[in-house]
């Protein structure tokens, strides 16, 4: 890999600083190692577009770049200067120079030069550990009330993961101080849990609401009345109106998943279908065709034919 920053970056001498800057960031966003953990050709790639980020970025390092006076680590061409020497030169650019606030992720370049060549510059160095990823699969009714769960690390230690009511598959946990240890006095990095919801054979959750689909008989369709059905909170009995086809559609108001931000929840949406009998015998026969004699009608009545 070239040393040279702008070949790093993938930009002309001549360009802007807002081109330099749109270049890092890109670079930033594609390779870093939060991004793709384990990945040491991004995380490479990440601390070269960093080290060419910082010298360029700055007008008079860029210009002293450009003009042989340093090299592309920022050190004097003559004779090789450490930081401590570098810093307390008069005319030092990064000399009592604040972070730029509109880019955070300066703030992590700092970090990972700490971990590459920058460290013949200072002896003390500290900076937050790197975060770790981890997937965690979770049942159905755990992620709608919430619940506790134990996570096994690659080291074999066990933390426990707070699951909250009404997480939603592809959802993450933060658990602070539960990553890498820091570098010198730094802190250590977070967990990153990525939660996947088990699928359930019964309710499927859209949103904040429930749904589920109830068989019915015939009978109950044509006569209707009171039918049992599943809730996410226990069995109900539901009023089937006489004369229900399939798919008609009830509502449980507040049987459904708490709702963020607040202590409503969702609905439960009850589809029903009307189920025939395994055996149709012969007086169910005998009196639908006689039923049928007096009381045809056309259902797809209006359909192209």
């Known amino acids: 890999m070239s040393d040279d920053p702008y070949t790093v970056l993938g930009v002309a001498k001549d360009a802007s600083a807002a081109e330099i800057k749109k270049a890092y960031r890109r670079i930033a966003k594609e390779c870093h190692p939060d991004l793709k953990p384990g990945d040491d050709e991004a995380e490479a790639k990440f601390k070269a577009a960093a080290s060419a980020y910082d010298l360029l970025k700055d007008a008079d390092t860029r210009a002293r770049y450009d003009s042989g006076e340093i090299d592309a680590s920022g050190q004097e061409r003559p004779q090789q200067q450490y930081y401590r020497e570098y810093a307390e030169a008069a ?3 990064y000399r009592g120079r604040a972070a730029d606030p509109d880019d955070m992720s300066d703030i992590f370049a700092e970090f990972m030069r700490g971990r590459g060549g920058y460290q013949q510059r200072t002896q003390e160095f500290h900076a937050p550990g ?7 699969q979770i049942n159905f009714l755990d992620a709608v009330f919430g619940a506790s769960q134990k996570l096994t690390l690659p080291d074999g230690d066990r933390i426990e993961v707070k699951i909250p009511a009404g997480i939603t598959d592809g959802q993450t946990i933060r658990l602070r101080g539960k990553g ?3 570098f010198g006095e730094g802190p250590p990095g977070d967990a990153l849990v990525t939660v996947s919801v088990a699928k359930h ?3 499927d959750r859209q949103g904040d609401d429930i749904h589920i689909t109830l068989p019915i008989t015939i009978d109950e369709a044509i006569l209707g009345g009171k039918v049992p059905a599943p809730t996410i909170d226990g069995g109900v009995n539901v009023s089937v109106p006489a ?3 399939s798919g008609r559609t009830l509502r ?3 049987k459904g998943v708490k709702k963020r931000g607040s202590s409503d929840r969702g609905d439960q949406l009850i ?3 009307v189920s025939m009998p395994d055996q149709i015998d012969d007086d169910l026969k005998q009196f639908m065709e ?7 009608y056309d259902p797809r009545k209006g359909m192209p034919s």
């Open 91 to 93: 005319g030092n650019p």
């Open 130 to 136: 790197h975060n770790r990823a981890y997937n965690l």
């Open 180 to 182: 890498d240890p820091g």
């Open 201 to 203: 054979p019964v309710f």
């Open 243 to 245: 004369g229900t086809s």
């Open 252 to 254: 449980l108001r507040g």
């Open 271 to 273: 589809e029903l279908t």
């Open 290 to 296: 006689t039923w049928r004699e007096s009381h045809s």
